[in-house]
C-alpha cells in the first residue's frame, strides 16, 4: 500500500500485491515442471500432479492476488475504491464531502494468530452521515509496519488541505 499520487486536486492510493503474485506462479510453475517431468515416468500420475498443483496455485491467485486503487479527487467530488481481480473488476464511488477521516483500525487480538508484538492494522474511511454513511477500509487485509499509519496520514492531510483551500475547514 502506497502513496501513488498527491496532488492539490488528487490523492491516489495504490495496493498492487506483487510478491504474492510473483511467488504463486512461481508455485504453479515449479508444479508444471515436475509434473511434465514426472509425466514421463508415469503419465497418469504426472498429469495429476501438474493438474492438481496449477489448479490450487491459479484458485490461490485468483482469491489473493488483488489490486487496489482508492482515488480521492478534488474537482469531481469523488471517491472511486477500485478492486481488480484474474475474474472480475469492481468500482465504487462515494461523494468525497461525505468523508470526515480516515483512522487506523487494529486487527482484534484473538484473530491474529501471529506471534509478533506488533499490531495488525489497517487504514480506514469514515463517512460519518450520507449515502455511504459507516466505515469502508481501503484494503480487506490487516499488515504489521507503519504503512498502514502513514496512509491514514496522508489522507487526513489531503483531505483537510482540500477543506481548507475551499474555504470549509475547521
Given amino acids: 500500500m502506497r502513496v501513488a499520487r498527491n496532488t492539490p486536486e488528487q490523492l491516489i492510493i495504490s495496493d498492487t500485491p506483487w510478491f504474492m503474485g510473483i511467488m504463486l ?12 517431468l514426472l509425466i514421463l515416468h508415469d503419465p497418469l500420475f504426472g498429469f495429476f500432479w501438474m493438474s492438481f498443483g496449477a489448479s490450487i496455485g491459479i484458485a490461490a491467485f485468483a482469491l489473493l492476488v488483488r489490486r487496489t486503487q482508492v482515488i480521492l479527487d478534488g ?12 475474474f472480475r473488476y469492481q468500482s465504487i464511488e462515494h461523494q468525497l464531502d461525505e468523508l470526515g477521516h480516515a483512522v487506523l483500525e487494529t486487527a482484534p487480538r ?3 494468530k ?3 508484538n506488533s499490531a495488525m492494522t489497517r487504514a480506514v474511511l469514515v463517512f460519518p452521515q450520507g449515502m455511504s454513511a459507516g466505515r469502508h ?4 487485509a ?8 502513514r496512509i491514514v496520514e496522508a489522507v487526513n492531510i489531503w483531505h483537510q488541505a482540500l477543506l481548507d483551500s475551499n474555504g470549509r475547514g475547521a
Fill in 137 to 140: 477500509p481501503i484494503v480487506r
Fill in 114 to 116: 501471529i506471534a509478533t
Fill in 75 to 86: 474537482p469531481s467530488n469523488s471517491i472511486k475504491f477500485r478492486n481488480q481481480s484474474v
Fill in 110 to 112: 484473538e484473530a491474529t
Fill in 25 to 36: 506462479a512461481l508455485f504453479i510453475f515449479i508444479f508444471v515442471a515436475i509434473g511434465l
Fill in 142 to 149: 490487516y499488515r504489521t509496519g507503519r504503512k498502514p499509519q
